[in-house]
């Protein structure tokens, strides 16, 4: 299995600050490789796919970069409906694994 | 619309099963993939498996082999997890999950179910 290094676990930031994630592979998945978003007692929703590609409806704001075995999401300008938990997912290989996913407070 | 839509709560014993439903609408259900992940109580996500609902054909972590069973109707357009032998690491939140690229297993999910809590107690 593909084992996922995601930091930091926890991140406090403020309004109108600029963010970034990280996620670490165990081995390279070239581009494979998702991030969503996720708010209490709500499923899970897609941000970026393709490490970089931006999903329909999401403002641009959010963007992501890697490949290989380093990934990044960054939040350009904290909103305040962005304060909720992020994860990154390889698709690259069965099993499919989740970072352990990092909780963005406001500060 | 695209939608997934899930059974509702169970409560379970130790050592029974639960069987969760995920019906598909507004799109052509053997054309998509669907993936299971779920959610134990403030942790994060762990995939399960998945299941090609035009073959049957499925995949599965190995943490679940022998105790997860997916399965599909395609005359109704849904799909079922059934987990057996269920102990108190069990209870979560189960979601089933479309990835966006037709007829690919391997791609990021888009249509999540709203989830189903899975409660095993005694």
């Known amino acids: 299995a593909i084992w996922m290094t995601q930091s930091p676990s926890l991140l406090s930031a403020s309004t109108g600050d600029r963010v970034t994630i990280s996620c670490r592979m165990s081995?390279?998945?070239?581009?494979?490789l998702a991030w969503y978003q996720q708010k209490p007692g709500k499923a899970p929703e897609l941000l970026i796919y393709?490490?970089?590609t931006l999903q329909s409806g999401v403002p641009s704001r959010f963007s992501g970069s890697g490949s290989g075995t380093d990934f990044t999401l960054t939040i350009s300008c904290l909103q305040s409906e962005d304060f909720a938990t992020y994860y990154c997912?390889?698709?690259?290989?069965?099993?499919?694994?989740f970072g352990q996913g990092t909780k963005l407070e406001n500060k | 619309q695209v939608q997934l839509v899930q059974s509702g709560a169970e409560v379970k014993k130790p050592g029974a099963s639960v069987k969760v439903s995920c019906k598909a609408s507004?799109?052509?259900?053997?054309?998509?993939?669907i993936h299971w992940v779920r959610q134990a109580p403030g942790q994060g996500l762990e995939w399960m498996g998945i299941?090609?609902?035009?073959?049957?054909?499925?995949s599965y972590a190995q943490k679940f082999q022998g105790r997860v069973t997916m399965t599909r109707d395609t005359s109704t357009s849904t799909v079922y997890m059934e987990l057996s032998s269920l102990r108190s690491e069990d209870t979560a939140v189960y979601y089933c999950?479309?990835?966006?690229?037709?007829?690919?297993?391997?791609?990021?999910?888009?249509?999540w179910g709203q989830g189903t809590m899975v409660t095993v107690s005694s």
């Open positions: 999950a479309r990835p966006i690229t037709v007829n690919s297993p391997g791609d990021a999910f888009d249509i």
């Open positions: 081995q390279g998945i070239s581009s494979y």
């Open positions: 507004g799109y052509t259900f053997t054309s998509y993939y």
């Open positions: 299941i090609n609902p035009s073959a049957g054909s499925t």
């Open positions: 997912q390889q698709y690259y290989s069965f099993p499919y694994t």
């Open positions: 393709a490490a970089s």
